[in-house]
Each structure stands twice: as C-alpha cells, then as structure tokens.
C-alpha cells in the first residue's frame, strides 16, 4: 500500500490555506519532515478579518448551542484518539503520557462546555450601592483574541490557549510555532464540531516575523502570550499596541473559572429599582 | 417615440450607424479572460498604491439606494463624502452622492459649497419597467430638484425581447431631458448575461448620447466584473474612434476592497491611457468600497491596519 503523508496547512475562515507568500518550514518528527505554513503579514491580515466576522457569528450562537457544540467537539477528538495518540508519540512523547494527555484533553473540552452557559452567573455580580439602584457588572467576552501558544506538544496545553476565549464568546487566532502540527491536526476536527467559520484561526508560523504587525493591528483585542517573550521584544509590542489600546497579557497556565476572566471585559449597568 | 430612422440624437449619429456596430459584436471570451486576469496580476505598491488610493476615493459615488433612506441617513452620508477621514485633511471629498429623486433636494443641500455632485438614479431605477412618460416624469423631477448627474437604467426589456431601436430611442428622449446634466446609463450587466449583449447595449447607449455608461444597478447579486468593464471600455474606445467624444465608464455593485478596484485601474491605464484616469471618465459606485479604501490609506501611511469604527459611517 502507498503510504500517504498529510501536508498540514492552516486553518482560516473554514478553509485549509496555504500561506499566500507560498513560504513553509519544516518540523522534524521521528518518522516524518512535515513541511507546514510559515504564516505572512497578509495571512494574518486575513484571518483577523475573518475573526472579525467569526467573532459576529459566535456570539450570537446562544450559550446553550455554544455548549453543544463545544461538546460534540470532544465527541470529535474521541473518534480520532488513535491518531492524536500516533502522532504525539511520533513527536518524541510516551505512549502513555500521550494517552493521558488525550483523556485529560477530552475532559477539559467537556468541562469548558459546560461552563458555556454558567460562566455569566459565576463571572457577572450584582454589586452593592446606597441607593435606590440595582449596579450590574455585566461580564462580555473582549473580542478578536491573538493567542500565541506555549511550544509543546501537548494538546492539553494547546487548547488551554483556545477553550477558555471560546467558551466566553471570543474569536481566537491560534498561532504556534514550532509544535504546530498538532495545531493544525486539530483544525480537522474544529472543521467537524459545527465551530463556525472564522471563530476559530489556527495558523503556523515564526511569531517574531509577523509581531508587528499583530501589535499594531487594531482589530486584534487582545494579544495572550502563553510563551515567554524577550523582554525587549515584548516591550515593542506593548509599545505598538498602546496606539489601539490593545490589552497584552502573560498567561501562564491557568486553571478552572480563573482561567475565562482575562477574556472578559465589565460592562457597569445601572439601573434604577422600581416600585 | 419617435420611428423615423433618419432621427438623429444629439451626437448626429444616426440608428443606422449604429446598427453597424451593433452587428458587428463577437467577442473572444477566452481571450478576453485571459487579457483581463493577467492584468490582476501587477502588483501596486507603497507610493503607487496610495496615489491609486486616494485616486479611488476621488472616484467614488457614495451610494444609498433604500426603502429605508431618511434625511438623516442623506445628510450622514453627505458628510461623508465631503470629508471620507476627517482624521486626515490630504483625504479628498468623493466624486457624488447618489441617491432616489425623492431625497435630491436634502443632498443638494448638505453638499452645497463642496465639490460634490448630487447624482440622482431615475428611470425607475432598478428596474425601469414603467412607461416612457412616467420615465421621462421621475427624471424631470430629479434634475428639478437639483440633481447634477442621472443614473439611468436600459430598458432590459426591450433590449433581451431584441427591440434595440426602442432602447435606442428612449436613452434618446431621456437625453433630451437631461440637456447639459450629465446622463450616465445602466446596462445591469448581470441581466444581459453575454458578453456579446453587453457590447451591444455599451454602443446603443453611447449611441444615444449617454455621457457614461455603468455596469450595475447593484440591486442584482451579479455586480461589475473587471472583464464586462473591459467589454465596456473597448466600446467606449471604439465610439471615440467613430465621434471623437470620450465617453465615461462607471462601475458599480460588488466592488468591495482596495484590491480590486485597484485593479480596475489598471485595466482603465493599460487599456485607456490616463485620460480616463479622472473622476470626470471614471467612477465607482460603491458604498463599502470607501471604507476598505480609507482603511488601506491609514495602514499606508501608519503602518496599523485599521478597524471600521475609527471612520464616519455613511
């Protein structure tokens, strides 16, 4: 039998695309040279346009759909944890730490699901005032989120950069670097779960050749940095995101409830109580 | 109307001329495919592209064509198209505002004292399936009240049941009614369907002394494509070589981003040479297009690419 290899390409608004400067690098695993994207200026440009749209659709997706469809993600992921499991292994991880890392993978994606429709009474408050009015920190998900991925293979840690901006209503433009295959082995089942186009970019790529131009994009909310940058190179970017007044934050692993909170901004309403 | 052949339209061509040319119209349409993408292939760049830029904002019809226009929305929109990026004062004012003859007299008003033109659709627009007298009524009624430019629409009717002198004669008569007001003509490409259809409606109105032709209502999912621009540009050429006159072309409907309506500049120079390369031959009807365009400018020259919200809306 003809043994096929898979080009792995990036995921943007629902399709699989080659970069348009036709540029790639390679990523070395055990058995196999994988040639993947190696993401340009105007690709990025793409997909925050598309996160835009993206960002449109998934928040009018009611927190009850969002749940089931986060859901059937993981539902997705199971049918293929053969091949998540071959390819980790492939990568240089354990048999079993790969097994683990799947299992603890699914249950993150069901945990988040359901948070989809809880989030709001858990993240939101009814604030104490003197007076004759009801205060409402209403919680809304930020926006476009650029999220930079920790190097490591591990899907675990991967959809810790994803889940949380996702399940709060964000769009998320998932950029990896050198672990990025696995990213892009999980576009195929992002393309399953009835995600909808453009709410969910994963691109591969080299993070210092396109920074400035996420930095001063506008269109871009939020920048999550789940990888430790140099510390002159970050000043650069939170120099150039200060003209949109960006938020750039540093997200070391978070866990549970603690984790969606960096994808939320407050709106205060108040109102007043009627009698 | 009038069934004499021997009328002339103000140009002193007569039908039978143009009849010639009307039959005389294959086209090579995968030559002309071909002719048309490799000129989307040039590549435009820094200083170039931001002269095309504000080129194309100079170009530009700022179009509301809705049940839903109030005086409001007019009087929002003209600011607009006086000062696209009041954030930058090297951003020129767009070529008109184009609305229904109803809301002329509000964006004459609002754009008095500016370079601006108020062009008015009329004819029935989009679908001019009215009789000639009510035609001939809504235009009078437009320049009435102050319309500089009319959008006329073909009457695709006649044109696709084959009858080209009715065609011919009622652009003639609308004519008549419009005098020194600029008439540009709707071909609707997207109905005429065939290359060969939309050469023969770009001569027939160009004939009848239409001073533009456009390609769409923008009321059809089918808008301006770069290759029935192309049809129209070649008749526009070969008019000029008949009469002298330099016709103008607008294109209109689904032109959304700097791209491509960058590239629509380019076939208009290679093609046309830089005379067309003015808001007086060359035109966009476009609502989206601007925002694109103001967009592109800010990233040229700021080096951001830019979000929607920090321009008018319009």
């Known amino acids: ?275 | 109307m009038q069934n004499n052949s021997t009328v002339k339209n103000q140009n002193n061509i007569s039908w039978e001329s143009v009849l010639e040319l009307v039959y005389d119209s294959k086209i090579d349409s995968v030559g002309l495919k071909e002719r048309v993408s490799s000129l989307a292939t040039r590549s435009i760049k820094k200083d170039s592209k931001l002269q095309a830029l504000n080129m194309i904002v100079s170009m530009c019809d700022l179009t509301t064509l809705e049940g839903e226009d109030t005086e409001g929305k007019i009087s929002q929109m003209a600011a607009k198209a006086i000062n696209p990026d009041p954030s930058d004062g090297e951003i020129n004012s767009v070529a008109a505002v184009c609305v229904y003859p109803a809301l002329v007299a509000t964006a004459k008003e609002k754009v008095l004292n500016s370079s601006v033109k108020v062009a008015a659709v009329s004819s029935y627009f989009p679908s001019g399936q009215v009789p000639m007298d009510s035609k001939i009524l809504d235009t009078q009624y437009a320049i009435e009240a102050g319309a500089d430019e009319i959008d006329i629409v073909i009457n695709r009717k006649a044109f696709l049941e084959g009858d080209y002198r009715k065609v011919f004669d009622e652009i003639v008569a609308l004519k008549e009614v419009c005098k020194d007001v600029h008439l540009k003509t709707i071909l609707e490409v997207g109905d005429l369907k065939t290359y060969e259809n939309i050469r023969k409606a770009s001569l027939i109105s160009l004939a009848a002394g239409s001073d533009f032709i456009k390609t769409s209502t923008g009321k059809l999912s089918v808008g301006s494509s770069r290759e029935a621009c192309y049809v129209m540009l070649k008749a526009v050429l070969d008019y000029k070589r008949l009469t002298g006159l330099s016709a103008g072309i607008k294109v209109a409907g689904g032109i959304r981003d700097s791209k491509d309506a960058i590239r629509y500049l380019v076939l208009i120079n290679e093609e046309m040479g830089d005379e067309w390369l003015s808001p007086d031959l060359f035109r966009f009807g476009a609502s989206s297009l601007l925002d694109d365009v103001l967009k592109q400018i800010k990233k040229l020259k700021t080096g951001a690419y830019q979000a929607g919200y920090y321009f008018p809306r319009g």
């Open chain 1, 1 to 275: 039998m003809i043994e096929i290899k898979k080009t792995f390409k990036n995921y943007v608004d629902g399709k699989y695309v080659r970069s348009e400067s036709g540029k790639t690098f390679n990523i070395e695993f055990k058995n196999s040279l994988y040639e993947v994207p190696l993401t340009s200026k105007k690709d990025i440009r793409d997909a925050v346009t598309s996160s835009k749209s993206g960002f449109k659709k998934w928040t009018s997706v009611s927190p009850y759909t969002k749940t089931q469809i986060l859901y059937r993600l993981s539902e997705m992921i199971e049918g293929n944890r053969d091949s998540y499991i071959d390819l980790l292994v492939s990568s240089g991880v354990s048999k079993s730490n790969a097994v683990k890392d799947v299992n603890n993978s699914i249950e993150k994606i069901i945990w988040f699901a359901g948070l989809a429709d809880k989030w709001e009474q858990l993240a939101g408050n009814l604030n104490p005032v003197s007076g004759d009015f009801f205060n409402i920190s209403h919680q809304n998900p930020i926006g476009v989120v650029f999220s930079l991925n920790k190097d490591s293979n591990s899907l675990y840690t991967l959809l810790s950069g994803i889940l949380p901006p996702l399940t709060v209503g964000c769009s998320v433009i998932s950029f990896s670097e050198t672990s990025s295959i696995l990213a892009l082995k999980f576009a195929e089942d992002i393309n399953n779960s009835d995600i909808p186009d453009g709410t969910l970019n994963i691109m591969s790529g080299d993070f210092n050749k396109v920074s400035e131009d996420i930095s001063k994009h506008v269109e871009i909310n939020l920048i999550s940095l789940h990888e430790e940058l140099d510390i002159n190179e970050l000043k650069v970017i939170e120099e150039n995101a200060s003209e949109s007044v960006k938020r750039i934050k540093y997200l070391p692993q978070l866990e549970g409830l603690s984790s969606i909170l960096p994808y939320l901004e407050t709106k205060t309403v108040w109102h007043p109580k009627g009698t």
